[in-house]
Structure formats: structure tokens, C-alpha cells
């Protein structure tokens, strides 16, 4: 099993930025891919970037350019840096960790951009 801490979020103004963090422990090994995700109220959660065993990144539309998701092997940590924020980025974010057939959620964390 995987467990999955975020922390880092907060509220902030508009065009200001945050850096998010998701410490993982447990089987760690057999992650395969990180990502990071959010759900809005009253929307369905979706998905924001991603980053694989091997460093590889992809990103939603909706933030490419703006949010940059990076890893600490040594920390055993992923970070999800967002700058240039808006008030449609509000949600609470969680991170997902994949370790196929299995997936796990951590437990999110908020993030408020007021206008």
C-alpha cells in the first residue's frame, strides 16, 4: 500500500502563486505515476498534470504553461508548483498514486484564489 500526505495549500490572490506538495510512503517502489488532480464544488474531479516513474510530464490544457509538476526522489515527495493563479483554479487538489492494478488517493488539500 501507498500513503499520500498533500499539504501546501492555502488562499491567495489572484496572479499569485503556490507550491503544492504530496509526500508519499509505503510501497513506493511500485509507483509508476503520480498525479496530481482537483475537484471544484459542485464539479467532478479532474485531472490537472502528471509526472511518471521515468520524469515524464503532461499536463491539463487548462493549466499547461502555468503549473509545473516536478518530483524529490530523495524527499520521496512531487510537487505541484502554480503560478499565474485564477479564481476557476479554487478546488481542493489530490494526488494520485498509480501502482497498476491498484491506484490511491491522498486526502487533499485547498486552494482558494480570491479575484
Same mark, same amino acid.
Given at each position: 500500500?501507498?500513503?499520500?500526505?498533500?499539504?501546501?495549500?492555502?488562499?491567495v490572490?489572484?496572479?499569485?502563486?503556490?507550491r503544492?506538495?504530496?509526500?508519499?510512503?509505503?510501497?513506493?517502489?511500485?509507483?509508476?505515476v503520480?498525479?496530481? $488532480?482537483? @475537484?471544484?464544488?459542485?464539479?467532478?474531479? +479532474?485531472?490537472? *498534470?502528471?509526472?511518471?516513474?521515468?520524469?515524464? &510530464?503532461?499536463?491539463?490544457?487548462?493549466?499547461?504553461?502555468?503549473?509545473?509538476?516536478?518530483?524529490?526522489?530523495?524527499?520521496?515527495?512531487? $510537487?505541484? @508548483?502554480?503560478?499565474s493563479?485564477?479564481? +476557476?483554479?479554487? *478546488?481542493?487538489?489530490?494526488?494520485r498514486?498509480? &501502482?497498476?492494478?491498484?491506484?490511491?488517493?491522498g486526502?487533499?488539500?485547498q486552494v482558494?484564489?480570491s479575484?
Amino acid at each position: 500500500q501507498v500513503q499520500l500526505v498533500e499539504s501546501g495549500g492555502g488562499l491567495v490572490q489572484a496572479g499569485g502563486s503556490l507550491r503544492l506538495s504530496c509526500a508519499a510512503s509505503g510501497s513506493i517502489f511500485n509507483i509508476n505515476v503520480v498525479g496530481w $488532480y482537483r @475537484q471544484a464544488p459542485a464539479k467532478q474531479r +479532474e485531472w490537472v *498534470a502528471a509526472i511518471t516513474r521515468t520524469g515524464a &510530464t503532461t499536463y491539463a490544457s487548462s493549466v499547461k504553461g502555468r503549473f509545473t509538476i516536478s518530483r524529490d526522489n530523495a524527499k520521496n515527495t512531487v $510537487y505541484l @508548483q502554480m503560478n499565474s493563479l485564477e479564481p +476557476e483554479d479554487t *478546488a481542493v487538489y489530490y494526488c494520485r498514486a498509480d &501502482t497498476p492494478p491498484y491506484f490511491y488517493w491522498g486526502r487533499g488539500t485547498q486552494v482558494t484564489v480570491s479575484s
